[in-house]
């Protein structure tokens, strides 16, 4: 099939929901023209015309905004099929605004986790498919990387701050760090550990495809939440990178990991119980190499080299359902 893919290329989660689905999608003999700025939002009557020609569905990622509403307005009315990725949950009055405006047209809205999902379809959703993040190429290339002592790590962005603070694992990490001579702590992203700086390393914001190797340099990593807005419904992903990786987690038991454990690599943790989890995984390396195979194993389906057909299908919908809307009309 041939694609029009509007997204905004310099948000991180079009890594997950745009950019690598629809490479593998090329890889399978779609052709894929995409429109990566906002701007690119307000198409001219005659670069509309193009579209509606050349291209039998539009792919919409993440946009909200009243530009996009009225591009998919205008595509739909001409017939065409558009599946609109979102994956946040709507919680801001302005934000609902927009998900109305672009629920009530869109064909197909796919997001990342039954959920979420589900309470699209609360709000008046009509077809909405879950479709995973998973794993990308970039984690499937990084070698293991070499380094002396153990390292705990973790990828967080700045809305995860809240919690590293809420759990209070500064104070856990400080006192691990004092039983444990070798261990180093790294992170990725714009948050702020606060460790000593002799045993604390932050990579700070990398390009996404630098993300595999960071990871491939932890031996332990962390994936806590605490319960607040937002948290809940959160996509699984880290846990997939880290485990493709051969990196052994400790999650919360809450939200997008309560359904996974030991056979996907890692270990879930109550809120009391971090250092526990902790200082006893880096106790075990038994346990670390069990947890690490297992993980691979567990991650190797996770990949979008398997799973690129969920996109394919759930496009091929958007299609269909508007040759219903036609005929209909006709």
């Not at 291209?55 to 017939?79: C, H, K, M, Q, S």
């Not at 995973?132 to 293991?144: G, Y």
């Not at 056979?263 to 346990?287: I, N, T, Y």
Request: with cysteine; glycine share 8%; charged share 25%.
């Amino acid at each position: 099939m041939n694609i029009a893919a509007f997204f905004w290329g310099a948000h991180p989660s079009s890594n997950y929901r745009a950019i690598h689905p629809l490479t593998e999608l090329t890889r399978r003999g779609h052709l894929v023209a995409t429109y990566t700025e906002p701007e690119q939002l307000n198409l001219s009557d005659e670069d509309l015309d193009v579209i509606l020609e050349d291209f039998d569905v539009a792919f919409v990622g993440r946009y909200i905004e009243p530009e996009a509403v009225a591009l998919v307005r205008r595509l739909t009315a001409a017939g065409m099929g558009v599946l609109w990725d979102y994956d946040d949950d709507v919680v801001r009055p302005e934000r609902r605004a927009g998900f109305d405006g672009m629920a009530e047209v869109v064909d197909v809205i796919t997001t990342t986790n039954d959920q979420l999902a589900e309470r699209y379809r609360e709000y008046g959703a009509r077809t909405v498919l879950t479709i995973p993040n998973f794993v990308t190429r970039p984690s499937l290339m990084a070698p293991r990387r070499k380094h002396d002592g153990t390292v705990v790590g973790y990828i967080g962005w700045v809305d995860h701050q809240d919690d590293w603070d809420g759990l209070g694992l500064q104070q856990i990490t400080e006192e691990l760090l004092e039983i444990h001579p070798d261990l180093r702590v790294e992170s990725v992203g714009p948050i702020d550990l606060r460790l000593p700086a002799e045993r604390y390393h932050s990579y700070g914001i990398l390009q996404f495809d630098q993300l595999p190797q960071a990871i491939a340099g932890f031996d332990v990593a962390l994936a806590p939440l605490i319960d607040k807005p937002g948290n809940a419904t959160r996509s699984d992903i880290k846990l997939k990178e880290y485990a493709i990786a051969g990196v052994p987690w400790l999650a919360s038991d809450y939200g997008p990991y309560v359904d996974y454990g030991e056979d996907q690599g890692g270990r879930l943790v109550q809120d009391d119980g971090w250092f526990d989890a902790l200082h006893g995984l880096l106790c075990d390396g038994k346990a670390q190499r069990k947890l690490s195979k297992r993980g691979q194993k567990w991650a190797k389906d996770q990949t979008l080299e398997r799973n690129a057909p969920l996109w394919a299908d759930a496009l091929q919908q958007a299609i269909e359902l508007a040759e219903e809307r036609s005929g209909a009309r006709a």
